[in-house]
């Protein structure tokens, strides 16, 4: 059995406030439309935190500080790589907020971040990054269904 496999590594980043509003990214990609939070690929050889940084700065203006590890995300993709997407949050940030060609930025208060047409999966994927007891959203293939689903 193969040790090695191809991985895709991307990140995403809840920046929020203490007046409870999160930033918040409405995509203007059509494989992947809806609010999001920002975030992106980590290059080669770059580091996983420094590429949230990076990320977040390229699509919102915005440069955080102390970005904390919440969880992950992982499934095979298309090409049959392991595609993982670590989810960071920080609520320390400064600079001027701006949009970018990835979409739209913008607070919301937390509590009505339901209300808007979200991106496929945000929400589970929200429950894993503000769940201490969860650390990773999974997918994988199984008997019964294509794709199962399993928070962990």
């Known amino acids: 059995m193969a040790r090695n496999e191809l991985a895709v590594f991307t990140n995403m980043c809840m920046v929020y406030d203490d007046e409870g509003n ?10 992947w439309p809806g ?14 935190v420094e590429a949230v940084k990076r ?7 915005l ?12 499934f095979q993709d298309e090409n049959d790589a392991r595609y993982m997407v670590f ?8 600079g001027e907020l701006r949009s970018s060609s990835e979409g739209e930025v913008f607070w919301v208060k937390r509590e009505e971040l339901m209300t808007y047409p979200l991106a496929d999966d945000f929400e589970k994927m929200l429950e894993v990054m503000e769940t201490e007891e969860l650390s990773e959203f999974y997918y994988y293939h199984s008997e019964e269904k294509e794709w199962e689903l399993k928070l962990l």
Not at 22 to 31: N, P
Not at 35 to 48: A, L, Q, R
Not at 63 to 74: A, D, S, W, Y
């Open 22 to 31: 999160v930033l918040v990214q409405e995509r203007s990609s059509e494989d």
């Open 87 to 94: 989810f960071y949050k920080t609520n320390q940030y400064h």
């Open 63 to 74: 440069t955080i500080e102390r970005p904390v590890l919440c969880g992950m995300k992982q």
């Open 55 to 61: 990320e977040v700065w390229e699509e919102t203006g």
């Open 35 to 48: 609010i999001t939070f920002p975030g992106g690929h980590v290059e080669k050889g770059e580091s996983f």
